[in-house]
């Protein structure tokens, strides 16, 4: 069993940035795949970015690319999201989720979920 935490979210002006924190209880955090997800309300839940257990391979969605980053700290039982130049699309609850997914881009294949931490950004 996996218990995932998410932190960091807040209000933050269009172009400003915000670093997410996901804290995993277990023993065997390092053996997960890590995915970062959003939902904005009144849409489907979307991929964000993912790392491998490893942090060997990494994933993003192509409106992160350049401005996302997302990293794993194995000994801290903790993954990260680095979020620059946000946009006021980029509103939504993000969540992290564990696992190992063929497809990292796919949340129907990760086991383990936050409760998520809300991100807004204005105009």
């Known amino acids: 069993q996996v218990q995932l935490v998410e932190s960091g979210g807040g209000l933050v002006m269009a172009g400003g940035s915000l670093r997410l924190s996901c804290a995993a209880s277990g023993d065997t955090f390092s053996s997960y795949h890590m995915g970062w997800f959003r939902q904005a309300p009144g849409k489907e839940r979307e991929f964000v970015a993912a790392i491998r257990w490893s942090g060997g391979s990494i994933y993003y969605v192509d409106s992160a690319k350049g401005r996302f980053t997302i990293s794993r700290d194995n000994a801290k039982k903790t993954v990260y999201l680095q979020m620059n130049s946000l946009k006021p699309e980029d509103t939504a609850l993000y969540y992290c989720?564990?696992?190992?997914?063929?497809?990292?881009?796919?949340?129907?294949?990760?086991?383990?979920w936050g409760q998520g931490t809300q991100v807004t950004v204005s105009s």
């Open positions: 989720a564990a696992g190992t997914p063929r497809r990292p881009n796919s949340g129907r294949e990760y086991d383990y």
